[in-house]
């Protein structure tokens, strides 16, 4: 027997198809165009069901990718910061240097000579010490969850298409693939 009714859609936005492209695409800590990091401290303080759908999710990932010649990956954690409030060694560590022109102005350069216009208004990305606790003292997720109230949503919010700014993909006048933008 057919109804005149239509056929109810379930509420709330319609299922993506890349549903993980559309989670990290949002900014989050530890994420950028090309990685998510999660600090292994963290993780561990996470309850046991969660670190056990964890590690089969990455077992899966990586019998899926392990044939691939793996590079060793070496993560700095960093901060961004004006060009003009750096210290000589964070301006060495960016590929910039700092003159005193016959005008007695400050002028930055890169390695290369090229002058850095604007440079008071510039953004670099620099290492800093981790604020992330070590495991031996990261606090529990049950710390956390006495901490914070506020409830995790149902499933990731979707956003179309990527966004831009510093840090995640590319985008014109963005950050160089050193962390720079001017």
């Given at each position: 027997?057919?109804?005149?009714?239509?056929?109810?859609?379930?509420?709330?936005?319609?299922?993506?198809?890349?549903?993980?492209?559309?989670?990290?695409?949002?900014?989050?800590p530890?994420?950028?165009?090309?990685?998510?990091?999660?600090?292994?401290?963290?993780?561990?303080?996470?309850?046991?069901?969660?670190?056990?759908?964890?590690?089969?999710?990455?077992?899966?990932?990586?019998?899926?990718?392990?044939?691939?010649?793996?590079?060793?990956?070496?993560?700095?954690?960093?901060?961004?910061e004006?060009?003009?409030?750096?210290?000589?060694?964070?301006?060495?560590?960016?590929?910039?240097?700092?003159?005193?022109?016959?005008?007695g102005?400050?002028?930055?350069?890169?390695?290369?000579?090229?002058?850095?216009?604007?440079?008071?208004?510039?953004?670099?990305l620099?290492?800093?010490?981790?604020?992330?606790?070590?495991?031996?003292?990261?606090?529990?997720?049950?710390?956390?969850?006495?901490q914070?109230?506020?409830?995790?949503?149902?499933?990731?919010?979707?956003?179309?298409?990527?966004?831009?700014?510093?840090?995640?993909?590319?985008?014109?006048?963005?950050?160089s693939?050193?962390?720079?933008?001017?």
């Amino acid at each position: 027997m057919f109804t005149p009714d239509p056929i109810p859609r379930p509420a709330g936005p319609p299922s993506s198809s890349t549903p993980l492209r559309d989670y990290l695409g949002q900014p989050h800590p530890g994420v950028t165009s090309g990685y998510a990091v999660l600090p292994r401290s963290l993780v561990e303080s996470m309850p046991l069901p969660w670190q056990q759908q964890m590690t089969h999710l990455l077992a899966e990932f990586h019998h899926a990718f392990g044939h691939l010649n793996w590079p060793v990956y070496r993560v700095q954690p960093s901060r961004y910061e004006k060009l003009v409030d750096l210290d000589e060694d964070q301006l060495a560590e960016v590929g910039c240097i700092v003159e005193i022109d016959a005008d007695g102005e400050l002028v930055y350069r890169e390695r290369n000579g090229r002058r850095i216009e604007h440079a008071e208004e510039a953004t670099v990305l620099v290492s800093c010490l981790d604020p992330i606790p070590a495991t031996q003292t990261a606090p529990s997720y049950a710390a956390y969850q006495q901490q914070y109230t506020q409830p995790m949503p149902s499933a990731p919010p979707s956003m179309p298409g990527p966004i831009g700014g510093p840090g995640f993909g590319p985008n014109p006048g963005g950050p160089s693939p050193h962390g720079r933008q001017w």
